[in-house]
């Protein structure tokens, strides 16, 4: 069965630290991986998805199919780059049905 | 830049009782999705609904749940015998196609007493 997991549920860092959010799926078809972003009192929104390969705030992810993960990375963390970060994984193909991780929230201290 | 909204923003009921909760998708969106997130859990995905019809909907979309898109614009989400454990913040979402971005709303926090 599909399935996204996010082991850490907090992820702590002072401003100007690398950041790794970790994601791994399962998944038997072919992933369509996304990150998904939720800042204080907004609403959820995405903030990149691999097939795009873009680098959106400085953050990128990698889509591994060998070790089944799409980590999220960014080099020099920034204040406002705390909120909570969901991986989520389209299983629905052509009608986008997604499944979420339980997010990890990120907390940068300056 | 057009936004997906949600109302009511919060909404307290008596179990058994029956919701509805409305969402306005982008206007030319054509995908319309509902999610929940029970407090401190994962958002789960319910429903999928395209081309005036539920394209797919999950295991906790049961009979006591049916959606709607009543007038070309509003696409609503009736729970029709409010449990307990229906208390969780609802997501709408809509996306031009299937596999592009779905866009969420604010939100409708639910509480069931």
């Known amino acids: 069965a599909q399935r996204v997991t996010q082991p850490e549920k907090l992820l702590s860092v002072f401003k100007g630290a690398p950041v790794e959010l970790k994601c791994n799926y399962s998944?038997?078809?072919?992933?369509?991986l996304f990150w998904y972003v939720q800042y204080s009192r907004q609403r959820l929104q995405l903030l990149l998805r691999?097939?795009s390969r873009e680098s959106i705030k400085g953050f990128t992810a990698d889509l591994n199919k060998g070790e089944t993960s799409f980590h999220l990375k960014k080099p020099f963390a920034q204040e406002e780059d705390s909120a909570m970060y969901y991986c989520?994984?389209?299983?629905?193909?052509?009608?986008?049905?997604?499944?979420f991780g339980k997010g990890t929230k990120l907390s940068v201290k300056p | 830049e057009p936004e997906v909204t949600q109302t009511p923003s919060h909404q307290v009921t008596q179990m058994g009782q029956e919701v509805i909760l409305r969402c306005v998708p982008i206007?030319?969106?054509?995908?319309f999705y509902w999610y929940r997130q029970i407090l401190g859990q994962k958002v789960e995905f319910l429903v999928s609904?395209?081309?005036?019809?539920?394209?797919?909907k999950s295991e906790i979309f049961d009979d006591q749940f049916s959606v709607e898109r009543p007038d070309g614009s509003n696409f609503t989400l009736k729970i029709r015998s409010t449990k307990l454990e229906d208390s969780a913040m609802y997501f709408c979402?809509?996306?031009?196609?299937?596999?592009?971005?779905?866009?969420f709303g604010p939100g409708t926090r639910l509480l069931v007493l």
């Open positions: 979402a809509s996306s031009r196609g299937g596999t592009e971005t779905q866009y």
């Open positions: 998944y038997s078809g072919s992933p369509e």
């Open positions: 691999h097939i």
């Open positions: 989520a994984l389209n299983y629905g193909g052509s009608q986008g049905n997604l499944i």
């Open positions: 206007s030319n969106h054509l995908y």
């Open positions: 609904f395209y081309n005036n019809e539920i394209s797919e």
